[in-house]
């Protein structure tokens, strides 16, 4: 088998936004908190956090702080929940969430929850329960999960289970691996994963995985190194992850990388980016490879740094 | 990013834009990670940043969001404040109906567009249905499973209503691809939702034959047995005591097919109390498989099933490995 070339995806996730491929950066220009996130988690993932300056990070995420107190995806930018989250995750790598004016965050995620329950993603009301994963996931990180009607979150959730025990969109939307995610992990937050039912949810989770070891979202799509995280971090919260062939899905990633340049693709011989990378190293993590940190399988953040965070406030 | 932008004259040569001074990305003071932007694309949007801070809702910023767009799709502040400017203009929105469209038709997967499009109908009431079903039709013409496209379907129904042929278009789907999971859950969304066919209770047995027709049609489909499953949602007794669930997995298994679905079926359905006649064990029994995968012939037949599953299906060896740890003591 194929071994990760962990110090390839370092050099590759370093050298990403640099990258003069001017389509690329005008793709990514609006939504670089995201991958400031996806990259720096890498790195951590894979012990190499300190190459980054930290201080040039965090100043750049503050200034893409909107005076409502959400962030939007780069400097300038309108906020949106999306790149909220993803600014107290980089700064939870960084340990740095006490220089958050934290009731400034609260009140901005705090704002966005709807009369049923659910979670708009920003001031034009988009309601999708990723956006729900997102204000629960965001207020966990800060302490501040009690601001919210937990209650009505969490049937928003119990309202979009399909008759598979997967979860989508919206209530009757059809259930995707990457909703299944946001659904199980926002429940295992709140304490409230016995609304899953498990063996049925499981099983579907484990049909996704096909001939060639890797996962898909949906039934007859292709395989995708991205589900490798969707669809492994929802199984381990369910503790069913002993239900699919692990050591294939390993040898699927791992077929995924650029061996000479670094970085992972979506499918074997596809073009890396960095999206990829971090859920291809994610993945790894959860199937325990060597050399790789554990992460978190609902706060999408190592273990130790989640502890940390955990720990501070009990 | 199409060839017909880079004819374009560049905005600081166009005299309407005369007045107005540029705003450079400001990415910050050394940044992290610089990036590369090309000179059409930094142009436009420095020009946007200048009449986005000025809070300028005028028919040239409306006309510089819509070339902002065409570079980047995916820009949300962008959109936002095309909105904004929409409303102060009091812009015709059904025009901006189909400035949507011909974006979408590049980027059918950008949560942006949608969301447009929904504030879009939102606004323009009940009397958009029509179109917007027939606008998500077109989309799931070129991608039949297009999440975005489902959402915003599913959210149209819901809100501005469309449901008359609703049931037609899933046949019409399904007929063209039977392994079509997003058709089978728009299936379920329309037996259980719409308001013009009386429920899940008035639809299940027309129902249960059309998808016992598609799984003998295709026995490996994975989505015609759990919409067969969850047209018994709630109501057990009637699935283990409906003839036509236990007889279609007699019937498959019998042809020899070594089908997954038709054993788990039967599996869940001796679980939960169906007495299988001794056809049942037959058929499995003469399924094409080493003997020695099945272990001792004098197991249940709740055991075999397990096994044969164990044997034919070994990515989820555990599981079915599982399941047979799991049976009641009734059926072992």
């Known amino acids: 088998m194929v071994e990760l070339v962990a110090e390839k995806h370092v050099q590759y996730v370093i050298s990403v936004e640099k990258k003069k491929d001017s389509f690329e950066s005008v793709v990514m220009e609006h939504l670089r908190m995201n991958g400031a996130y996806w990259g720096l988690t890498t790195l951590d993932l894979l012990g190499k956090l300190q190459v980054v300056d930290q201080d040039e990070v965090i100043s750049w995420v503050m200034q893409c702080q909107h005076e409502s107190g959400g962030f939007g995806g ?52 988009e309601v999708d329960t990723r956006f729900s994963y997102i204000a629960i996931c965001c207020l966990s990180l800060l302490h501040q999960l009690d601001k919210i009607d937990v209650e009505k979150a969490v049937n928003y959730i119990v309202r979009c289970k399909n008759l598979d025990g997967g979860f989508g969109c919206t209530p009757g939307g059809e259930s995707h691996a990457g909703q299944i995610f946001c659904c199980v992990g926002a429940l295992a937050i709140t304490g409230s994963l016995h609304h899953v039912d498990k063996d049925l949810l499981g099983w579907w989770l484990c049909e996704r995985q096909v001939k060639s070891g890797g996962l898909n979202g949906r039934p007859e799509k292709l395989p995708d190194v991205c589900y490798s995280w969707w669809v492994l971090s929802s199984l381990i919260m369910i503790d069913r992850v002993h239900w699919i062939d692990k050591e ?21 011989d596809d073009a890396v980016d960095v999206f990829h990378t971090y859920f291809g190293v994610a993945g ?7 050399g790789v940190k554990a992460v978190d399988p609902a706060y999408a953040l190592p273990v130790d740094v989640v502890n940390k965070i955990l720990i501070s406030s009990s | 990013m199409d060839s017909d932008d880079e004819q374009t004259i560049p905005l600081s040569q166009r005299p309407e834009w005369a007045d107005v001074k540029p705003v450079p990305q400001d990415d910050g003071p050394n940044p992290v990670v610089p990036i590369a932007y090309t000179d059409e694309f930094r142009e436009t949007m420095d020009y946007f940043r200048a009449v986005y801070l000025s809070d300028e809702h005028s028919s040239r910023s409306l006309q510089l969001t819509s070339e902002a767009i065409n570079l980047n799709a995916g820009n949300y502040t962008v959109w936002h404040f095309r909105r904004l400017i929409l409303e102060s203009l009091n812009a015709d929105l059904h025009e901006e109906l189909d400035f949507v469209e011909n974006i979408a038709k590049k980027n059918s997967k950008n949560y942006q567009i949608w969301h447009h499009r929904r504030w879009l109908a939102e606004k323009l009431g009940p009397d958009a249905a029509f179109r917007e079903i027939e606008f998500t039709k077109k989309i799931l013409s070129l991608d039949a499973k297009n999440y975005h496209a489902w959402s915003h379907r599913q959210w149209v129904l819901k809100t501005l209503g469309g449901w008359e042929d609703e049931l037609e278009y899933c046949n019409q789907l399904l007929r063209d691809d039977i392994f079509n999971n997003s058709a089978w859950n728009q299936r379920h969304f329309v037996v259980t939702r719409s308001p013009l066919l009386g429920g899940l209770d008035a639809m299940r047995d027309s129902e249960v034959d059309y998808t016992i027709e598609a799984i003998i049609t295709y026995p490996e489909n994975e989505s015609s047995w759990r919409y067969l499953r969850g047209l018994y949602k709630n109501d057990l007794k009637s699935w283990v005591n409906d003839p036509r669930v236990s007889s279609v997995c007699l019937k498959i298994l019998s042809t020899k097919t070594r089908c997954i679905f038709a054993l788990s079926t039967l599996l869940d359905l001796i679980c939960h109390g169906f007495q299988p006649s001794p056809e049942y064990e037959e058929a499995v029994n003469a399924l094409p498989l080493q003997r020695s995968d099945v272990g001792p012939s004098s197991s249940s037949l709740a055991e075999t099933i397990c096994s044969v599953l164990e044997a034919i299906d070994p990515l989820r060896g555990n599981y079915w490995n599982w399941r047979k740890e799991q049976l009641p003591a009734l059926v072992t």
Request: hydrophobic letters at 40%; aromatic letters at 8%.
């Open chain 1, 74 to 125: 780069n400097i300038g930018h309108d906020p949106h929940i999306l790149y909220t989250l993803s600014a107290v995750q980089v700064l939870a790598l960084f340990d740095k969430i006490q220089i958050l004016d934290v009731s400034k965050v609260t009140n901005y995620v705090v704002g966005l929850q709807n009369e049923d329950g659910s979670f708009s993603g920003d001031m034009w009301g």
């Open chain 1, 284 to 290: 790894l993590s959860l199937l325990e490879y060597p």
């Open chain 1, 248 to 268: 294939k899905l390993a040898k699927f990633i791992l077929d995924c990388q650029d061996l000479e340049k670094g970085g992972i693709s979506d499918r074997p």
